[in-house]
């Protein structure tokens, strides 16, 4: 018996706002809000969810015989929960098939 498994990382850097010379001291909030909502809204409607949705459907059209593996930073579903909690539906519907395993990621998934 032949069966396949794909692996993906997801993972989301949050993006820093313009911090300025003039704001040390006066405001500490480095996070660009806008930036990081609307970068994941795009990424969720024409990618996380397209391909989860075609996942899920191979999932039923052969089941048994297609595993897929998710490695998702912290960072990821943190982002997720807030700006677009209809992704990690997707991501509980293709648990449910029991074909899909979720690994841990580290938080920052730095480069260093």
């Known amino acids: 018996m032949k069966t396949i498994c794909l692996y993906f990382q997801l993972h989301q850097p949050l ?3 313009r ?19 609307s970068t994941l809204s795009r ?3 024409n990618s996380y969810l397209p391909a989860n949705r075609l996942l899920l459907d191979l999932m039923k059209k052969y089941p ?9 930073s912290s960072t990821m579903i943190d982002q997720m929960e ?3 909690p209809e992704v990690i539906d997707s991501f509980k519907q293709l648990a449910q098939t029991g074909q899909v395993e979720f690994l841990g990621e580290t938080n920052a998934h730095s480069l260093v």
């Open 15 to 17: 993006r820093l706002r």
């Open 82 to 84: 807030v700006y677009c």
């Open 43 to 45: 990424l969720a409607k």
């Open 64 to 72: 048994g015989k297609f595993f897929v593996t998710f490695s998702i």
């Open 19 to 37: 911090y300025r010379f003039f704001d040390i001291g006066k405001d500490h909030y480095y996070y660009d809000d806008y930036l990081n909502e």
